[in-house]
């Protein structure tokens, strides 16, 4: 399921769960959804970030480190 199916899968059952209400399995289908989505926004910000440079004002650049 590529990420567009997942976010229109969460946009049906979060309007069903408007309208009226989810049984427990479409419950537990949208908990699954939206932490498949979240993991994958979280590793999309981690692969930018391991990617980004400091550029400072003499020309020089320094990559971001991570913090524990």
């Given amino acids: 399921m590529n990420m567009n ?3 229109a899968r969460i946009n049906v059952l979060a309007a069903k769960a408007k309208a009226e209400g989810l049984t427990p399995e479409e419950t537990a ?3 699954q959804l939206r932490r498949v989505y979240i993991d994958s926004v979280k ?6 970030l391991d990617n980004t440079y400091i ?6 650049k320094k990559k971001v480190e991570r913090k524990n």
């Fill in 5 to 7: 199916e997942v976010i």
């Fill in 29 to 31: 289908e949208r908990d």
């Fill in 43 to 48: 590793a999309s910000l981690t692969g930018q």
């Fill in 55 to 60: 550029l400072y004002p003499d020309g020089t």
